[in-house]
């Protein structure tokens, strides 16, 4: 083998392997198609889709966080307590008399406000008082917690209306012989006829709001300035960024996300929950580090995040279309995220520079 043909081998060996996130979803496709009934199927892939609906959002907020360097233990709680938070008051809303749909925007309006404060208090405590991350987000991880609960005990949300359960349950894309495609609304069908369900409405909003913020990390100066200080924050410094003042941003942005997580859960279920999010604290920063961000900061892209977190929902709900006990997925995904570091230090990529892909 000569030095021409020895390098190209090399480059596609590398190439390979920094691509294995893609490879190893492939060959969950074809492991699941073959020896899970069903599974290949319109409504198994709605499933995917719609249960990792908040992988994919506290995935996304977690790899903002993490590419700056820090961590945020608080989003599985910090969804619950807005589930908590959305629920009461839209119940609240209705109860004094105010129309649906005005009570359902209201609240949800005023839950995501609400919802920044758990980030506001974790970028201060990080930046201005230098409490480490880990810490702030654990303290506020306990601190949201104990809140929800505590709503909890002044009784469940009643009343919530079922435009609630329209919306999170609903679909933007309908089909049916005779009426053809129709959008939100349920075409009306005769007797024996049948009606294609195709995106489900809360997909469609979370993927919204996750290309934007891949626009933002990817296209312009807040995320270049995210990258810098993952990558170098002694050097992003000297270059004139304000460091601290970023990191509030990033761990209100993270906040932001987990409590529209908490508003989706509400809508999807019609009920608040405290600790709503708390399983998926794991599979969050999971789908971030086996799409290939380091935990070290400056690299990591939203779109291969979302690869990461498809490859645990394609498990999750593959697992469960066998009929095999979901727990056994917390055992396969500690497995992967063991092997993504490895397979990270083996096939490493360059600095956040290189994210311009």
Known sequence: MNAVT??????????????WALIFLLIELVFFSLFAQGFMSLRVFQMIFFFGITVFLLGTAELFVIITGGIDLSVGYVMGFASIISAKMISAFIQAGMQHLPALILGIVLTLIIGLLPGLIN???ISRLRVPPFIATFSMLGITHGVAELLILDGAAKNMPHLANLIGNGYFLYWAPGPGLSLFIRPEIPRGGFILELIP??????????????????????????????????????????????????????????SLSGVIYVLMYVTGKGDAGASSLLDAIAAVVIGGASLYGGKGTVWRTILGALIIAVLETGLRVMGIPTFDKYIIVGVILISAVLIDKVFPEKTYTDNKE
Do not use: C, P, W
Not at 6 to 19: A, S
Not at 203 to 218: D, R, S
Not at 224 to 252: C, F, P
């Open 123 to 125: 970028g201060l405590l």
């Open 6 to 19: 020895k390098r190209k081998t090399t480059n596609l060996v590398m190439e390979l392997g920094r691509r």
């Open 201 to 258: 409405n809360i997909v469609i909003l979370a993927f919204i709001v996750i290309g934007i913020l891949a626009y933002v990390l990817k296209r312009t100066v807040f995320g270049q300035h995210t990258y810098a200080i993952g990558g170098n924050v002694d050097a992003a410094i000297r270059s004139g960024i304000n460091v601290g003042r970023h990191k509030v941003k990033i761990y209100m942005l993270s906040s932001f996300l987990a």
